[in-house]
């Protein structure tokens, strides 16, 4: 009698095993390809129709992830080092400031007076802001404004529900020789906006100890500086068709004046259009932007 064959069946065991391997090939590639298109979406994401519309999403989203999980934003100076950071840059608590806030780039940048003209101190990414490139037009609208605005100590708020915030003064005469309407938009901490720029809180303690020292240092106001994008010649003539083309033309005008001469340009509204005019050695911005025209020799 045969001896019966008491092993086990064949199984597709191996079979299994190399499908499984091939599926965490595929898994692996898929999750490499999508972070390598995610790491290079703000290259790539502004070339597609409506490039911009979708690069600003993903920065919010971005920025709301770390922002969640306490991580710092892209590109932060290190904050610890405010002391050693002033030394290496010539400059003191207390000297005169200016801002400057690109919404595409979503940077704020913060710039300091040494030996009577401006330097760029540092770059903060901001966190969040609301609304899409152009300017504030109504209240509710929910939209980040551009422009130059002044802003003084009666417009800090220590005790602010946003950690700390200071008014950015909209509107302004130009946005009232226009017909602008909104209030309280600020710049703040907590990183949540619905018309305003906000940082996260450690990024917001360093700014408002520059900007309170610089005023209770003897600067009456410092200027800020508003912009859609960096206004290169270039991105401009992206821009030539969008409805607001002219108004960023005329912001591009203070812009220039300020990156030639490293001082903040003398701001002025006459009827409904910015004016702009170099400014002097050693000025701090600190003159109140009033709606008023030149004045015009009369005919004798």
Known sequence: MHERDVSQPKTSEPRRSHAGKIFLIFAVCSIAIAGLA??????????????????IRYERSQRLFRAQFGLDMPGQPDLTRLSQRLAENGVREGSPVLIRIFKREFELELWMQRDGVFHRFA???????????GPKLQQGDLQAPEGFYTVDASAL?????????????????????????????????????VGCFAMT????????????????????????QVYP???????????????YATFWKTLKAGNDLFEKSLLPPKVTVCQTRYRFEPGDKGTTGDNPIENRCPAVNAKS
């Open 123 to 133: 770059i903060y990414p901001i966190c969040r802001w609301s609304g899409r490139l």
């Open 38 to 55: 995610l790491a290079f979406a703000p290259i790539w994401l502004p070339r597609l129709p409506g490039g911009d519309k979708a690069l």
């Open 201 to 224: 809180n450690d990024q917001i303690d360093e700014i408002w100890r520059l900007v309170t020292t610089a005023l209770a240092g003897g600067q009456k106001r410092f200027q800020v």
């Open 157 to 193: 708020n220590p005790n602010s529900a946003w950690h700390r915030s200071f008014n950015l003064g909209f509107p302004n005469a130009f946005d009232q020789a226009n017909g602008r309407t909104g209030s309280l938009i600020m710049v703040h901490g907590g990183c949540a906006s």
């Open 229 to 243: 994008f960096r206004m290169s010649d270039e991105r401009l003539a992206d821009y030539a068709n969008n409805p």
